[in-house]
């Protein structure tokens, strides 16, 4: 199985200010179809997951553009560049290049 | 609007089984890939089983393989998992999610969740 591995576990940020979650991949996430199936949700207290960024980079629809994922191969990056209230919750990202979808362990943001 | 309703949970003791249903609303079911999703009380997530949009494709984590099945009933809207020889590890969340994606392969991804029913899985 590909295991996906967050850091940090949790994080704290004042309001206005930016936030970065990193996820890696325990093996390469690009496909030879060229796509890198990498995924990111955001599920807030009591709440299910909600999908973010889909394929590294792309937003869903209705996500706010503060939101952004980067990265290749097997190191990536969710940033927020202002977080506000309404962005607490616990981070996932998550894998689907091969068919044991996994995700990681999850990244807690907590607003100070 | 989409609407995924899961249903089915509850106390079961060890061993024994439990069928969840998920009735799907707002989209045209027989289109998309469904998938289950479990959340272990204060844990994170875990992909548990996929099937495509005519069941043609299916797919299990190794943890529920051999013990649930996963199955659909277009013309009911609806998905279900059949789970046998029920374990204390079992005890979760269970999420049902719509896939953006008719077959359960590589690059599938979960646009759309329920609220999830309990599973709580003791003697």
């Known amino acids: 199985d590909i295991v996906m591995t967050q850091t940090p576990l949790s994080l704290s940020v004042t309001p206005g200010q930016p936030a970065s979650i990193s996820c890696k991949s325990s093996?390469?996430?690009?496909?030879?179809?060229?796509?890198?199936?990498l995924y990111w949700y955001l599920q807030k207290p009591g709440q299910p997951p909600q999908l973010l960024i889909y394929e590294v980079s792309n937003r869903f629809s209705g996500v706010p553009d503060r939101f952004s994922g980067s990265g290749s191969g097997t190191d990536f990056t969710l940033k927020i560049s202002r977080v506000e209230a309404e962005d607490v919750g616990v981070y996932y990202c998550?894998?689907?290049?091969?068919?044991?979808?996994?995700f990681g362990q999850g990244t807690k943001l907590e607003i100070k | 609007e989409v609407q995924l309703v899961e249903s089915g949970g509850g106390l079961v003791q060890p061993g024994r089984s439990l069928r969840l249903s998920c009735a799907a609303s707002g989209f045209t079911f027989d289109d998309y890939a469904m998938h289950w999703v479990r959340q272990a009380p204060g844990k994170g997530l875990e992909w548990v089983s996929g099937?495509?949009?005519?069941?043609?494709?299916?797919g299990y984590a190794d943890s529920v393989k051999g013990r649930f099945t996963i199955s659909r009933d277009n013309a009911k809207n609806s998905l279900y998992l059949q789970m046998n020889s029920l374990r204390a590890e079992d005890t979760a969340l269970y999420y049902c999610?719509?896939?953006?994606?008719?077959?359960?392969?590589?690059?599938?991804?979960?646009?759309?969740w329920g609220q999830g029913t309990l599973v709580t899985v003791s003697s």
């Open positions: 999610a719509k896939d953006l994606l008719p077959t359960v392969t590589t690059g599938n991804y979960f646009d759309y």
């Open positions: 099937i495509s949009w005519n069941s043609g494709s299916i």
């Open positions: 093996q390469s996430l690009l496909h030879s179809d060229g796509k890198t199936y």
């Open positions: 998550m894998q689907s290049i091969q068919l044991m979808y996994t």
